[in-house]
């Protein structure tokens, strides 16, 4: 350079910093572990009541005597109960199936309540297709 004047005179050059971290929005904050476990009660509810149903078809009701004292509410009780696994698993899946990362007791109540929603839907099939051939 002949005339020896800095290259970047009018250019303000400010020093460097170190990048803060991000602030957490409120999608990528971890969500509540007990929310997470009381929403897949219901469901996991369902399940272990009806691998009471099929284990005391195998015994001979012994699995099943709990239900002896509901009598004959005993299975409105469990169909009430049914109902309320079906909206937390739909409730679970609103608010858990995009979150990423995914902590273990997210991944259980998805785990409990995906796979009830299927049986359900199974079942649901099973009955259109049955009352369709009629």
């Known amino acids: 350079m002949p005339n020896n004047q800095p290259i970047a005179t009018d250019i303000n050059v400010e020093p460097l910093a170190y990048a803060r971290p991000m602030e957490r929005s409120a999608a990528t904050t971890t969500p509540?572990?007990?929310?997470?476990?009381?929403?897949?009660?219901?469901?996991?509810?369902?399940?272990?009541?009806?691998?009471?149903?099929l284990v005391g078809n195998v015994t001979n009701g012994r699995s099943v005597m709990w239900m002896r004292p509901f009598?004959?509410?005993?299975?409105?009780?469990?169909?009430?109960?049914?109902?309320?696994?079906?909206?937390?698993?739909?409730?679970?899946?609103?608010?858990?199936?995009?979150?990423?990362?995914?902590?273990w007791y997210v991944v259980l109540n998805l785990v409990i309540n995906i796979t009830g929603l299927l049986f359900t839907g199974g079942i649901a099939l099973i009955i259109a297709f049955a009352m369709a051939s009629h």
């Open 71 to 103: 009598g004959a509410v005993a299975p409105i009780l469990v169909l009430l109960c049914w109902a309320v696994a079906i909206l937390t698993a739909i409730g679970s899946l609103v608010c858990y199936v995009r979150l990423k990362p995914k902590p």
């Open 32 to 53: 509540d572990p007990v929310a997470a476990v009381v929403s897949c009660l219901p469901g996991l509810i369902c399940w272990l009541v009806l691998g009471m149903v």
